[in-house]
Protein backbone atom coordinates (compact mmCIF):
# COMPACT_ATOMS: atom_id res chain seq x y z
CA UNK A 1 0.00 0.00 0.00
CA UNK A 2 1.77 3.44 -0.85
CA UNK A 3 0.48 5.12 2.63
CA UNK A 4 2.23 2.16 4.44
CA UNK A 5 5.61 2.80 1.74
CA UNK A 6 5.12 6.45 2.38
CA UNK A 7 5.73 6.36 6.19
CA UNK A 8 8.24 3.47 6.24
CA UNK A 9 10.77 6.10 3.49
CA UNK A 10 9.51 9.06 5.55
CA UNK A 11 11.00 7.50 8.71
CA UNK A 12 14.42 7.72 7.57
CA UNK A 13 14.18 11.09 6.22
CA UNK A 14 12.55 12.27 9.73
CA UNK A 15 15.44 10.73 12.36
CA UNK A 16 18.02 13.51 11.54
CA UNK A 17 15.42 16.11 11.97
CA UNK A 18 15.31 16.48 15.45
CA UNK A 19 19.12 16.54 16.30
CA UNK A 20 19.55 19.70 14.59
CA UNK A 21 17.98 22.48 12.72
CA UNK A 22 18.58 22.86 9.15
CA UNK A 23 19.79 26.01 7.25
CA UNK A 24 17.68 27.54 4.11
CA UNK A 25 19.64 27.86 0.96
CA UNK A 26 17.14 30.92 0.30
CA UNK A 27 16.95 33.36 -2.17
CA UNK A 28 19.80 36.28 -1.59
CA UNK A 29 17.05 38.88 -1.30
CA UNK A 30 14.58 37.33 1.11
CA UNK A 31 13.37 39.70 3.16
CA UNK A 32 14.00 40.80 6.35
CA UNK A 33 10.45 42.13 8.48
CA UNK A 34 10.48 42.41 11.99
CA UNK A 35 6.67 41.24 12.84
CA UNK A 36 6.36 38.30 15.14
CA UNK A 37 3.04 36.93 14.66
CA UNK A 38 3.11 32.98 13.73
CA UNK A 39 1.62 31.17 11.16
CA UNK A 40 0.09 28.81 14.29
CA UNK A 41 -1.49 31.88 15.28
CA UNK A 42 -2.67 32.53 12.13
CA UNK A 43 -3.90 29.12 11.01
CA UNK A 44 -6.12 29.10 14.39
CA UNK A 45 -7.07 32.58 13.96
CA UNK A 46 -10.33 32.27 12.36
CA UNK A 47 -11.62 28.60 13.48
CA UNK A 48 -10.65 25.22 11.87
CA UNK A 49 -13.59 23.59 12.05
CA UNK A 50 -14.08 20.88 9.46
CA UNK A 51 -16.61 22.41 7.11
CA UNK A 52 -17.42 22.17 2.99
CA UNK A 53 -14.65 25.34 1.80
CA UNK A 54 -12.12 22.91 0.23
CA UNK A 55 -9.70 26.18 -0.19
CA UNK A 56 -9.04 26.86 3.55
CA UNK A 57 -6.38 25.23 5.74
CA UNK A 58 -8.69 23.30 8.54
CA UNK A 59 -7.13 19.90 7.29
CA UNK A 60 -3.27 21.36 7.54
CA UNK A 61 -4.48 23.20 10.79
CA UNK A 62 -5.61 20.07 12.72
CA UNK A 63 -2.59 17.74 11.46
CA UNK A 64 -0.05 20.62 13.10
CA UNK A 65 -2.11 20.24 16.27
CA UNK A 66 -2.47 16.09 16.23
CA UNK A 67 1.18 16.10 15.33
CA UNK A 68 1.87 18.52 19.17
CA UNK A 69 -0.52 17.42 21.24
CA UNK A 70 1.37 13.42 20.48
CA UNK A 71 4.73 14.71 20.04
CA UNK A 72 5.32 18.18 21.95
CA UNK A 73 8.76 18.67 21.45
CA UNK A 74 8.34 18.08 17.59
CA UNK A 75 10.70 20.52 15.58
CA UNK A 76 6.83 21.61 14.18
CA UNK A 77 6.68 23.67 17.31
CA UNK A 78 9.02 26.23 15.29
CA UNK A 79 5.65 27.35 13.18
CA UNK A 80 4.21 29.04 17.46
CA UNK A 81 7.42 30.94 17.61
CA UNK A 82 7.12 34.38 15.66
CA UNK A 83 10.73 35.48 16.32
CA UNK A 84 11.82 32.77 14.45
CA UNK A 85 11.83 33.58 10.56
CA UNK A 86 11.11 31.12 8.35
CA UNK A 87 8.71 30.27 4.31
CA UNK A 88 6.16 27.26 5.09
CA UNK A 89 3.72 26.04 2.08
CA UNK A 90 0.31 25.29 2.63
CA UNK A 91 -1.29 23.16 0.95
CA UNK A 92 -5.49 23.46 1.51
CA UNK A 93 -7.67 20.79 1.89
CA UNK A 94 -8.51 19.74 -1.60
CA UNK A 95 -4.93 19.56 -2.25
CA UNK A 96 -5.08 17.08 1.17
CA UNK A 97 -8.09 15.58 -0.59
CA UNK A 98 -6.13 14.83 -3.86
CA UNK A 99 -3.23 13.04 -1.42
CA UNK A 100 -5.74 10.90 -0.08
CA UNK A 101 -7.28 10.02 -3.49
CA UNK A 102 -4.04 9.04 -4.72
CA UNK A 103 -2.53 7.38 -1.48
CA UNK A 104 -5.87 5.46 -0.97
CA UNK A 105 -7.74 4.64 -4.29
CA UNK A 106 -10.65 6.27 -2.64
CA UNK A 107 -12.54 9.59 -3.31
CA UNK A 108 -13.02 11.07 0.56
CA UNK A 109 -16.50 13.23 0.65
CA UNK A 110 -15.67 15.30 3.44
CA UNK A 111 -12.54 17.04 5.50
CA UNK A 112 -12.90 14.69 8.36
CA UNK A 113 -13.12 11.79 6.19
CA UNK A 114 -9.48 12.82 4.66
CA UNK A 115 -7.90 13.93 8.03
CA UNK A 116 -9.10 10.47 9.52
CA UNK A 117 -7.51 8.43 6.64
CA UNK A 118 -4.43 10.17 6.77
CA UNK A 119 -4.20 9.62 10.87
CA UNK A 120 -5.13 5.96 10.66
CA UNK A 121 -3.43 5.05 7.90
CA UNK A 122 -0.11 7.09 7.97
CA UNK A 123 0.06 7.97 11.50
CA UNK A 124 1.59 10.91 13.19
CA UNK A 125 5.21 10.47 12.41
CA UNK A 126 4.74 10.71 8.63
CA UNK A 127 2.34 13.55 8.62
CA UNK A 128 5.38 15.37 11.13
CA UNK A 129 7.60 14.29 8.35
CA UNK A 130 5.26 15.90 5.54
CA UNK A 131 4.74 18.97 7.71
CA UNK A 132 8.14 19.43 7.45
CA UNK A 133 8.85 19.15 3.90
CA UNK A 134 6.63 22.25 3.98
CA UNK A 135 8.96 24.76 5.96
CA UNK A 136 11.80 26.62 4.68
CA UNK A 137 13.58 27.62 8.12
CA UNK A 138 15.94 30.43 8.43
CA UNK A 139 14.63 32.64 5.18
CA UNK A 140 11.40 34.65 4.81
CA UNK A 141 10.68 34.22 0.98
CA UNK A 142 7.90 36.94 0.18
CA UNK A 143 6.45 36.08 -2.86
CA UNK A 144 8.14 38.91 -4.93
CA UNK A 145 11.65 37.63 -3.88
CA UNK A 146 10.57 34.21 -5.40
CA UNK A 147 9.65 35.58 -9.06
CA UNK A 148 13.21 36.55 -9.06
CA UNK A 149 14.30 33.09 -8.05
CA UNK A 150 13.52 30.80 -10.26
CA UNK A 151 15.63 27.76 -10.06
CA UNK A 152 16.45 27.90 -6.74
CA UNK A 153 16.51 25.11 -3.98
CA UNK A 154 14.89 25.87 -0.97
CA UNK A 155 16.19 23.47 1.79
CA UNK A 156 13.26 22.35 4.22
CA UNK A 157 13.10 21.21 7.41
CA UNK A 158 12.94 17.95 6.89
CA UNK A 159 16.21 16.12 6.76
CA UNK A 160 17.75 18.37 4.14
CA UNK A 161 15.06 17.57 1.59
CA UNK A 162 15.17 20.52 -0.80
CA UNK A 163 12.22 21.50 -3.31
CA UNK A 164 13.20 24.04 -6.32
CA UNK A 165 11.40 26.76 -7.31
CA UNK A 166 10.06 26.93 -10.58
CA UNK A 167 8.53 30.38 -12.12
CA UNK A 168 6.79 31.12 -15.44
CA UNK A 169 5.42 34.61 -16.00
CA UNK A 170 3.38 35.22 -12.81
CA UNK A 171 2.86 31.84 -11.58
CA UNK A 172 4.71 29.82 -9.23
CA UNK A 173 5.26 26.72 -8.55
CA UNK A 174 7.33 24.03 -6.45
CA UNK A 175 8.96 20.95 -7.94
CA UNK A 176 9.08 18.34 -5.43
CA UNK A 177 11.01 14.49 -5.44
CA UNK A 178 7.94 13.19 -7.07
CA UNK A 179 8.10 12.86 -10.73
CA UNK A 180 5.01 12.11 -11.80
CA UNK A 181 2.91 14.42 -10.00
CA UNK A 182 1.61 17.56 -10.63
CA UNK A 183 3.25 20.35 -9.48
CA UNK A 184 2.04 22.41 -6.62
CA UNK A 185 1.57 26.43 -7.20
CA UNK A 186 1.11 29.01 -5.41
CA UNK A 187 -2.51 30.32 -5.01
CA UNK A 188 -2.49 32.53 -2.29
CA UNK A 189 1.07 34.17 -1.43
CA UNK A 190 2.19 36.30 1.39
CA UNK A 191 0.16 34.89 4.05
CA UNK A 192 0.89 37.17 7.19
CA UNK A 193 3.27 39.48 5.21
CA UNK A 194 4.78 41.45 7.43
CA UNK A 195 6.08 39.12 10.13
CA UNK A 196 9.57 36.83 10.08
CA UNK A 197 6.96 33.95 8.89
CA UNK A 198 5.01 33.51 6.34
CA UNK A 199 3.30 31.55 4.12
CA UNK A 200 2.20 30.94 0.70
CA UNK A 201 -0.66 28.44 -0.08
CA UNK A 202 -0.36 25.77 -2.47
CA UNK A 203 -2.23 23.75 -4.49
CA UNK A 204 -1.21 20.37 -3.81
CA UNK A 205 0.52 18.11 -0.78
CA UNK A 206 4.59 18.40 -2.09
CA UNK A 207 6.12 14.93 -1.90
CA UNK A 208 9.34 14.31 -0.42
CA UNK A 209 9.44 11.03 -2.38
CA UNK A 210 8.49 9.37 -5.41
CA UNK A 211 5.07 7.73 -4.67
Excluded: C
Amino acid sequence: MKLRRLSVALAALLAPVAAAPVASAAPAHAANPSGTRSLAAVLTSRGYAFDHNWHDYDILTHAVLAVLAAKPHSPVTVLTDGTRPLTAFLPDDRAFRRLAQDLTGRELHSEQAVFDALVQKAGVNTIESVLLYHVVPGATIDAATARHSDGARLTTALGGATVTVDVDGRRISLVDKDPNSANPAVTVPDINEGNRQIAHGISRVLRPLDL
